[in-house]
């Protein structure tokens, strides 16, 4: 929301696109909505300084959305590895409402990419989700601005919480240090095989679960080993890799951690960077490096999703 | 044209485009027109064949748009530096025609951008040219992809030509035998530039004159330096560097030849390959790597721009 005001005379002078924002849920807050317009800000202070009975509460996402007037659903619910609920409902919820769905959450692609897709193009409505891989990143816009290619496979570092423990094991921390120091691992190492399932699932629209990602975690590498494969000018990256295979359909897929030798560019990926590289026909090679993102990198992610629902 | 042949079937089922060849024109063959179709193939075997008359000649660019009722124009004469031309008029001229422009020229987006894009927008058509810089990679649409970003600057490497030529100098041939491995060097090292003058004039939405950029080739370094950078694990490469400065609308940019250390992605950037560093306000490093692009890589960007201008 900051970067949404931040960013107001752009949006208006350059994209044609004024906002107001007339409904906020939270678990706290409960669900607020006014379709004159809400202080987010005022709103969001209140609620960090003391739980409030908010003015208008609902029962649920469908009359909050209604008691909204909502064109466009911002959906940021925490990410449910096995069903990718509640970020399911609630943008199918806004798709029906007739609003543009914009998520960061990974979940309701690995769970439910095509009945969504589906559902948004009946409605005429878009389902957005540029913030789930590579925070902000233009991934999935960048392959609707490679028509007709022919994506045959992929590898990358796309979970940044690992990355940044293996730099800190490298510099001498025991993993269970380097964790701490990382803050949260998310959801253990779920991270990465969920993105690598999202970009399979988006990319070469072959549903994938997750279960059939051949997934290994870094926990299990010593701090000794770590720092010894930096030291040989290989270092562990945890590696995400998708592969075609011959079969109608197929793809092998694997994440687990992989020394990588200098002359692949990924062995340079360090801390809260994170690197892709495509093969397609066309282009044998593509890669995209994302170094050291900014803090305000996957609300950008969201804010471009609204450029996108709004021209 | 091949490609275009090639994806006929995907352009039809994917993106509901069809499309036939109505006119071709160039030196050999001059003005061809038929609305009711050319078989491309063949126009172009029998002039590899045997220099003819052909079957309808005009007088010009104008009258050999209207009688081949052009929708869209491919235009993909070669490059002249100083002037654009004669791209910038055949260009003017599809806009004014009613078609969409696509060129794999840079020379019409140093010389005439504004003029072109405000042309086409006025005319509700579109003005495409991302075969320009990176052969087919699209990196203006990216930035399209990128809305209310600010970019602060670029460095990359753009030009293949020279960068083979510093690859076989470091294996071992002086400047003139792998000059003349690399066959063409195309304008003699211009081209790194007028693709940094593209970048800039589009994406940072400043017009620069190639005379602003200050410009030094390889062509002073010898072989002995090369190889001895090389080996000191900072090898040279041509690299395109621009930057915004405090002043409005004020830009620095440079292509000359820097040793780059191997910490840097660019120093693993050899033969065909290419690599572009942008640095903006949301994403201070975004990076874009386009390994041994294949054969069709630039007339895949003219295919794309086909796509875009179909949509």
Not at 4 to 14: S, V
Not at 112 to 130: G, I, M, P, S, V
Not at 159 to 173: A, D, H, K, Q, R
Not at 276 to 286: A, R
Request: aromatic share 6%; glycine share 8%; with cysteine.
């Amino acid at each position: 929301m900051q970067l949404l005001k931040d960013r107001e005379q752009e949006l208006r002078d350059r994209h044609g696109i004024t906002f107001r924002i007339t409904g906020i849920a939270s678990r706290r807050l409960g669900w607020i909505s006014d379709p004159s317009g809400i202080d987010a800000r005022g709103a969001a202070d209140a609620s960090s300084a003391m739980p409030q009975q908010p003015a208008h509460t609902l029962s649920g996402i469908q009359d909050w959305l209604a008691a909204a007037q909502a064109d466009v659903l911002f959906e940021a619910t925490s990410l449910n590895v096995h069903t990718g609920q509640p970020a399911v409902d609630h943008i199918r919820a806004a798709l029906n409402h007739g609003a543009h769905a914009i998520t960061a959450n990974k979940g309701p692609i690995v769970h439910a990419y095509r009945e969504l897709r589906d559902l948004a193009a009946a409605k005429n409505k878009r389902f957005l989700f540029e913030s789930t891989v590579m925070d902000g990143v233009p991934i999935f816009s960048f392959f609707d601005q490679l028509p007709a290619i022919r994506l045959q496979g992929f590898h990358g570092i796309l979970n940044s919480t690992t990355n940044v423990i293996l730099t800190e094991m490298e510099n001498g921390l025991t993993f269970d240090e380097a964790r701490k120091k990382a803050q949260s691992l998310g959801i253990a190492g779920y991270d990465a095989a969920v993105k690598t399932a999202a970009l399979i699932t988006v990319l070469m629209d072959v549903p994938i679960k997750l279960e059939e990602i051949e997934r290994k975690g870094i926990r299990n590498l010593s701090a000794e080993a770590v720092r010894a494969a930096k030291k040989d000018a290989r270092p562990y990256k945890l590696i995400c890799r998708a592969k075609k295979t011959n079969e109608e359909q197929g793809i092998t897929a694997t994440v687990r951690p992989e020394q990588i030798p200098q002359t692949d560019p990924m062995s340079q990926i360090a801390g809260t960077s994170s690197y892709i590289y495509f093969e397609t026909d066309i282009f044998p090679g593509l890669a995209l490096t994302e170094e050291n993102p900014g803090l305000y990198a996957t609300a950008y992610g969201m804010l471009a999703d609204f450029v996108r629902a709004g021209t």
